[in-house]
């Protein structure tokens, strides 16, 4: 719907049928929708007689709205540019250091310090009234015209250098890209908005700070941004007005009354213009969302998925452009929401991390989605849906995957070649690089049999690939398996533990490990770990034995418990030698137990 349209009293809420009833030459275009089930959205002749099966695409304008935002910032200097996206259509420009910067260069004096000889003299010289030319703005009048004929202030000057700017950047979208734009000049972003709207299509309207209460008196104040819907109706119920004028009778301590302590000074600031929000440059979005109203609802999960595969689409395109593919930006969440009846549910998951976000990631999500809340019951007729991504973020960029670290093709090749003659020319081997560390130096390895560990873990082996390999033990010894070795254990094999002295077998290219002996049993152990393993298993043992000889003579007299315990210290004496000896003296605190 065009202003053309506007006088024969059509809206944006009249159907096309009412608006062809208002306006009998009304020529009726459609926008692009996606099709149920359809992963494209398109231009369909049908749209206008089928909207129960389409939905609104607003993908070209979202295209449109990135040219003109790219304009704007092309237009205003890169260090002094403010730019807020507020929605599609909309953006807040901080023009502040800008014009700053122009005035400093069109009033010189407005540099130079104050004079201290005159403490009468005021601090700056007040403007010329030939400084304004408000050449085609829509100036918002004074409540007095008396009052224009008195020379202006400096808040005049930088409010008029801001209309200049943003006439500018107007015609460059005009020229550039053919579209026409409104804009509002004030002082704040409350007071730009309403100006913006104020003199459609094609102009600017600017507010100055002294025609601020004059320009808003006349307002409904739910045509205020925040001030429509509950809140909007909730002040005209209880203060019996809706206008802005009348409101400014109602005192702050009133409006706390009535409405909060927050909500009243807000109220009471908002209608005389005072905004203190900040125009927020960020223009990326942190949330996206696709949703369709159903008349008649949708009464089954088939249709309801077709729909889903409508908003992933919808979605995932504009994730694309936001760089999703590249891991430039993506989302953290994802949420379904349902609407049946009066009840309107909602259900949200974490999207997996660490790895490349698709299309059919995010639609297996959805359908997760669903599939919860239908389980709950009572979810047909379904009057809407609306499929949300949120959290969107910066990706982690600069990680080098796995490929990074290999050689491959010709330079693979040229290395295992290199390194296949030094392994077969055993001169060239420097003996430090190949002692291996020992074994009971620490690490966590101590505590695991030789039997369960792995030697070496091989990234990207192949034919024209060298791997990196991690030895958990040190560098690789001779004969092993290591970088650029012709020949290596699979990731399935287990190294081959020898009983021989320790020393290195020629032939075998194995590694020789010592014998240990259980000073106990006379167990012989073929690793310090295992050797470290038995002795744990000792010691259980030990306790274990401890454990239940204590628990048998709990009841027994005295005496047999006495003996008992004199036979087991003997036992313990004769199968372990080290463990004899004094006994310990008790530790400050510790008592002894009397048993019988």
């Not at 005072?274 to 008649?296: C, G, H, Y």
């Not at 379904?336 to 997996?352: F, K």
């Not at 087991?568 to 400050?588: F, H, I, L, V, Y």
Request: net charge neutral; hydrophobic share 35%; proline share 5%.
């Amino acid at each position: 719907m065009n202003y053309a349209a506007r006088p024969f009293g059509v809206s944006r809420h009249c159907t096309a049928a009412e608006a062809k009833e208002l306006c009998p030459d009304l020529v009726a275009q459609h926008v692009a929708t996606w099709r149920e089930g359809e992963d494209k959205w398109a231009y369909h002749d049908d749209a206008a007689a089928n909207m129960a099966t389409h939905k609104v695409s607003l993908d070209p304008y979202r295209l449109e709205s990135r040219k003109i935002i790219a304009v704007i910032k092309n237009h205003l200097p890169a260090t002094l540019q403010r730019v807020e996206k507020a929605g599609i259509d909309e953006v807040f420009l901080d023009l502040s250091a800008h014009v700053h910067s122009i005035m400093l260069g069109r009033f010189p004096d407005l540099a130079k310090p104050p004079s201290h000889d005159d403490p009468s003299a005021s601090l700056l010289p007040m403007p010329p009234i030939s400084a304004l030319d408000w050449k085609a703005d829509a100036l918002v009048d004074l409540e007095h015209q008396d009052a224009e004929v008195n020379d202006p202030d400096w808040d005049d000057v930088a409010i008029l250098i801001g209309s200049e700017i943003v006439r500018g950047i107007r015609a460059a979208v005009r020229d550039e890209l053919k579209y026409t734009c409104s804009a509002g000049i004030s002082s704040n972003k409350l007071l730009s908005k309403l100006g913006s709207g104020y003199k459609k299509p094609n102009q600017q309207t600017v507010i100055r700070n002294r025609a601020i209460q004059h320009f808003l008196s006349d307002f409904k104040f739910t045509k205020i941004r925040n001030l429509g819907g509950k809140l909007g109706n909730q002040i005209a119920q209880v203060f019996g007005t809706d206008t802005v004028k009348d409101l400014l009778a109602v005192s702050v301590e009133q409006l706390r009354l009535k409405l909060g302590d927050d909500t009243g000074t807000w109220v009471y600031n908002t209608i005389r213009g005072i905004d203190t929000s900040e125009v927020n440059p960020r223009t990326q979005i942190k949330s996206m969302l696709s949703a369709k109203s159903f008349n008649p609802g949708i009464n089954t999960h088939e249709q309801a998925v077709k729909w889903l595969r409508v908003f992933v689409a919808d979605i995932f395109a504009r994730l694309v452009e936001e760089g999703v593919l590249e891991n430039r930006r993506r989302p953290r969440t994802i949420n379904l929401q349902h609407r049946h009846g009066g009840q309107t549910r909602s259900r949200q998951i974490a999207l997996p991390q660490g790895k490349s976000l698709d299309e059919g990631i995010l639609f297996d999500c959805a359908k997760t989605l669903l599939s919860h809340i239908v389980r709950e019951g009572h979810v047909w007729p379904c009057a809407n849906l609306s499929l949300s991504v949120g959290g969107i973020e910066d990706g982690i960029t600069g990680n080098m995957g796995i490929g990074a670290f290999l050689v491959k093709g010709d330079d693979a090749r040229a290395l295992k070649h290199s390194l296949g003659e030094m392994s077969a020319s055993p001169a060239i081997h420097n003996p430090s690089a190949t002692k291996r560390r020992r074994p009971d130096e620490g690490g966590i390895h101590r505590f695991f049999p030789r039997k369960h560990a792995v030697h070496g873990i091989g990234l990207g082996l192949g034919s024209d690939h060298v791997g990196l390999t991690a030895s958990g033990y040190g560098p690789p010894d001779e004969g092993e398996s290591g970088l650029g070795s012709d020949k290596g254990h699979r990731h399935d094999e287990l190294p081959v533990i020898s009983n021989e002295p320790q020393g290195t077998s020629p032939n075998s290219g194995q590694i020789l490990i010592t014998d240990y002996v259980c000073p106990r049993c006379d167990a012989r152990l073929g690793t310090v770990q295992e050797n470290q393993s038995h002795q744990d298993w000792h010691l259980a043992k030990d306790i274990q034995e401890e454990e239940r000889v204590s628990m048998a003579f709990v009841n027994q007299p005295a005496a047999t418990a006495g003996v008992s315990r004199s036979i087991r210290t003997q036992k313990d004496a004769a199968a372990s030698p080290k463990r004899t000896g004094k006994s310990k003296k008790m530790e400050p605190g510790q008592s002894k137990l009397k048993f019988g």
